[in-house]
């Protein structure tokens, strides 16, 4: 039952991994950050990694 639940929290975890990093490169290469992410996956990135862009 532990080692089922480590398989499933483990293959979660790593899914979220890839996700980050598909994202990350969908980011503009320039450096700039438009005010929307080009697409789910990067928009999901810039809120892991804390850089989002808010619309004051």
Do not use: K
Request: aromatic share 6%; net charge positive.
């Amino acid at each position: 039952m532990i080692l089922a639940a480590a398989i499933v929290l483990s293959l979660a975890v790593l899914t979220g991994y890839v996700v980050v990093l598909v994202g990350m490169r969908q980011e503009d290469r320039s450096g700039s950050l438009p005010a929307r992410a080009p697409g789910w996956a990067s928009g999901f990135a810039r809120r892991v990694v804390g850089c989002h862009v808010r619309n004051v």
